[in-house]
């Protein structure tokens, strides 16, 4: 059965400073990953999708890794920002049409 | 220019009652899911349909029943409602438009039983 770890639960930085979020998860035969923002109160903001295949994607300040044989996947964020404060979630899929089995997810403070 | 619709957003009734949530996607995608969000923003799958066929049923209780009647809309009826299923209830879609399968999110259901 997949388990997604996520820790720590909450994260706070002061602005500016670049951060790593990690993720881990106990089932290497995954189809892909998914990092998400959701911001409190609303819905989930799909941020990168990382192939089983490929390493990293990036999108504008946000770079995130993935070692599919360690089980480990990174979310790295540059130059963060007061408007990064959310709470960030892994999720992993198995299959094509399969579930989404997520963490706990990382709740983020950016301080100003 | 929505994506995934989910209605209501927000659903407030009493134990016993029987709702609906609809959600409604117009990416072309061939899957869809239901998600529940607890009070502890623990997200766990619940059910997932793909092309009108049930294809994932998570242990979920009979009180909960999804329909699909056409690949665009994958509703949730929920009989006799109970204090537990107080939660947040989030509507997915993905599929084949993109190899990636990568699954989009409606804005969820906020449903709370007293």
């Known amino acids: 059965k997949q388990e997604v770890t996520q820790i720590p639960a909450a994260l706070s930085v002061p602005e500016g400073e670049n951060l790593v979020l990690n993720c881990s998860f106990t089932d290497s035969a995954i189809y892909n990953l998914q990092w998400f923002r959701q911001d409190p109160g609303k819905g989930l903001t799909s941020l990168l999708l990382i192939q089983s295949s490929q390493r990293e994607q990036t999108s504008g300040r946000l770079n995130a890794s993935l070692d599919k044989s360690s089980g480990r996947s990174t979310l790295y964020i540059a130059a963060s920002q007061p408007g990064d404060s959310a709470t960030y979630l892994c999720?992993?899929?198995?299959?094509?049409?399969?579930?989404?089995?997520f963490g706990k997810g990382i709740t983020l403070s950016v301080r100003p | 220019d929505t994506a995934v619709s989910q209605t209501p957003k927000y659903l407030v009734t009493q134990m016993g009652n029987d709702k609906s949530i609809k959600c409604e996607q117009n990416l072309g995608h061939d899957t869809m899911y239901w998600y529940k969000q607890d009070s502890k923003k623990f997200l766990k799958i619940m059910f997932s349909?793909?092309?009108?066929?049930?294809?994932i049923n998570e242990t979920v209780p009979n009180r909960f029943s999804p329909k699909s009647p056409d690949k665009a809309h994958l509703n949730l009826h929920i009989n006799s409602l109970e204090l537990g299923d107080s939660a947040v209830y989030f509507c997915?879609?993905?599929?084949?438009?993109?190899?990636?399968?990568?699954?989009?999110f409606g804005p969820g259901t906020r449903l709370t039983v007293t």
């Open positions: 997915a879609s993905g599929g084949a438009r993109t190899e990636t399968y990568e699954q989009y």
């Open positions: 349909y793909n092309n009108k066929e049930l294809i």
């Open positions: 999720a992993v899929q198995a299959g094509a049409n399969s579930k989404l089995t």
